[in-house]
């Protein structure tokens, strides 16, 4: 079993629609939890992150973490063609000893906004 | 800033050929990470350096990858000899050792091998 699970999609849906986008993890060391947007031909860009367990809103974007159910969501209201990208999550340790590290990727979903 | 400079941008090549691909991280970030994004398998890490020393490379395929950071401002990820499974978008991130540690991608190297 990967260690971080996510529909590959594709979703569709028209312009406006709220979009639930989420990942399940396996692994319990998992402290920050991420979204990135990647565009067609490009590097991912971070959209969100979250520590631990809660919500986090930026405008439109709305990061969820239930570290008990090993599930995050990230939501989009009134979506926009503009928001069309595959979005992946991303997620690593919480560490003592400071310092990066390496990511855990999901797939991405692939999500189209229809005009 | 200019961000993340990768090169080149397309790589073509055939089977048991040499591939070297190139990453100029931003000035003053101190991590470099390089990742390889297939549709099988996603976006995985191979490697990352800290201050130009190889942290961790238990993501690299095999013997035939090798990765080295000569200075702060260079880079380079080796496949020797290439094979068609090599075939990916390959992906060099930096980030600091402050604060969320976010980590900024380059546009990647698209690797097709014949």
């Known amino acids: 079993q990967k260690e971080v699970e996510q529909d590959p999609g594709p979703l569709s849906v028209p312009e406006g629609a709220i979009v639930s986008l989420n990942c399940t993890y396996s692994?319990?060391?998992?402290?920050?939890f991420m979204w990135y947007r990647q565009y067609s031909r490009k590097g991912p860009e971070l959209l969100m992150y979250t520590y631990s367990s809660g919500n986090k809103e930026d405008g439109r974007f709305t990061a969820q973490v239930d570290k008990s159910s090993k599930y995050i969501s990230l939501f989009i209201r009134d979506s926009q063609p503009s928001d069309s990208a595959t979005y992946l999550c991303a997620m690593r340790d919480g560490y003592s000893g400071g310092g990066a590290d390496g990511l855990t990727f999901g797939k991405g979903t692939h999500l189209i906004i229809q005009p | 800033d200019a961000g993340v400079i990768q090169s080149p941008r397309h790589e073509v090549t055939e089977m048991g050929q040499e591939v070297t691909l190139r990453c100029k991280p931003i000035?003053?970030?101190?991590?470099l990470f390089w990742y390889r994004q297939t549709m099988m398998r996603g976006l995985e890490l191979l490697i990352y350096f800290n201050n130009n020393v190889p942290i961790d490379d238990s993501g690299m395929p095999e013997d035939r990858f090798s990765a080295k950071m000569p200075n702060a401002s260079f880079s380079t990820l080796k496949i020797q000899p290439s094979e068609p499974r090599d075939s990916a978008v390959y992906f060099c991130a930096s980030t600091t050792g402050q604060g969320f540690h976010e980590q900024y991608f380059g546009p990647g190297t698209r690797l097709t091998v014949t």
């Open positions: 692994n319990s060391a998992f402290q920050y």
């Open positions: 000035s003053g970030h101190d991590y």
